[in-house]
């Protein structure tokens, strides 16, 4: 149980261009989740955490207008990055919390942009 | 606000050795500790975690960690170590009672086995 995936596992796209990633809980209903972005050999960086059917609450720095998330369900998440540029190539992970509250991991999507 | 600390950034052991990886945090109350692994290109794996009870924890693969609240640790520890165990570990804190949920992450400790 707790299963949470995320499609695509990796993309490559072109600069300026718009690419969407899905987060999905696939056994559960997430009333939370968290999207994450991690750069080679460092830590996760939170980046913003969403509760279905409210908008998501963005970390500091976190610009909300290039990351658009959407919580539009219990099982499924977004994340959106607008206007891709080389310095958004990143590897993103998100994570889903139910009503346990214990936080269940996809399994990344590694994002370039060319 | 919590923090986490891996002093550090890689411990290399010999297979068959016991291992260590380090992890100090701060909470204003009472932790809820976790450890996860993270293999190239994948996301992070659970192992273990320590929410009250037993300070010794023990979790997935042989691993098992000590809760010391005196001295605010979470070590991860294994009696033998397989190459296979290489990874990228994180030791990650929530202060019980976090309405948000949120974890902070330790930097990640790169552990190398070797043969």
């Known amino acids: 149980g707790a299963v949470v995936s995320q499609h695509p596992s990796w993309v490559i796209c072109k600069s300026g261009t718009s690419v969407k990633i899905e987060c999905r809980s696939l056994d559960f209903q997430a009333t939370t ?39 539009a369900s219990l099982t499924l998440s977004t994340l959106t990055v607008t206007s891709a540029h080389p310095e958004d190539s990143s590897f993103y992970i998100c994570s889903a919390s139910g009503p346990a509250r214990e936080q269940y991991f996809g399994p990344g999507t590694r994002l370039t942009v060319t | 606000a919590q923090s986490v600390a891996q002093p550090e950034d890689q411990v290399n052991v010999a297979e068959g050795n ?26 992070l794996q659970f192992l273990l975690k320590y929410i009250t009870g037993d300070n010794l924890v023990k979790g997935s693969y042989g691993f098992e960690a000590e809760f010391n609240k005196s001295q605010t640790s979470f070590h991860l520890k294994k009696p033998s170590a397989l190459v296979s165990d290489s990874a990228l570990y994180f030791c990650a804190v929530r202060e019980a009672g976090n309405a948000g949920n949120m974890l902070t992450f330790g930097g990640g400790t790169r552990l190398m086995v070797k043969p």
């Not at chain 1, 050999?41 to 976190?62: F, I």
């Not at chain 2, 100090?24 to 109350?29: A, D, I, L, N, Q």
């Open chain 2, 18 to 43: 016991p291992l260590t990886v380090k992890c100090t945090y701060s909470v204003s109350g009472n932790p809820y500790l976790f450890w996860y692994v993270q293999y190239p290109n994948r996301g």
């Open chain 1, 33 to 71: 989740m968290f999207w994450y972005r991690q750069f080679p050999k460092q830590s996760l960086m939170l980046m913003a955490t969403s509760n279905e059917g409210s908008k998501a609450t963005y970390e500091q720095g976190v610009e909300k207008d290039k990351f658009l998330i959407n919580h």
